[in-house]
Nanobody, 124 residues
Framework: QVQLVESGGGLVQAGGSLRLSCAASGRTFSDYTMGWFRQAPGKEREIVAAIPRIGGSTYYADSVKGRFTVSRDDAKNTVYLQMNSLKPEDTAVYYC?????????????????WGQGTQVTVSS
């Protein structure tokens, strides 16, 4: 079992920045590929970014490329999502998730563990 706890959400004006953190406990954090997803009201959950467990390339959704950066610190069992130049359309509940796959995946069904989510609201 892996327990994931997100933090860092909040209310920010358009153009501002937030950094989300996801702290993991339980199994070995470095064994998992980590993803960040978001879900806006009335919409499906979508992937935002993902970072593999062993080297490899990170993944970003087109809508956040150049604005968001995903990183991980295996020594701290934590994955981060730095969000810059935020837009109102970034408003959503953000979730982190852990996958046993070695490479990044965009599919929600490939992620085995999920956090409870943190609200991000961007005002115009």
């Amino acid at each position: 079992q892996v327990q994931l706890v997100e933090s860092g959400g909040g209310l920010v004006q358009a153009g501002g920045s937030l950094r989300l953190s996801c702290a993991a406990s339980g199994r070995t954090f470095s064994d998992y590929t980590m993803g960040w997803f978001r879900q806006a009201p009335g919409k499906e959950r979508e992937i935002v970014a993902a970072i593999p467990r062993i080297g490899g390339s990170t993944y970003y959704a087109d809508s956040v490329k150049g604005r968001f950066t995903v990183s991980r610190d295996d020594a701290k069992n934590t994955v981060y999502l730095q969000m810059n130049s935020l837009k109102p359309e970034d408003t959503a509940v953000y979730y982190c998730a852990a996958s046993r796959l070695s490479l990044v995946t965009r599919s929600t069904v490939r992620y085995n563990y999920w956090g409870q989510g943190t609200q991000v609201t961007v005002s115009s």
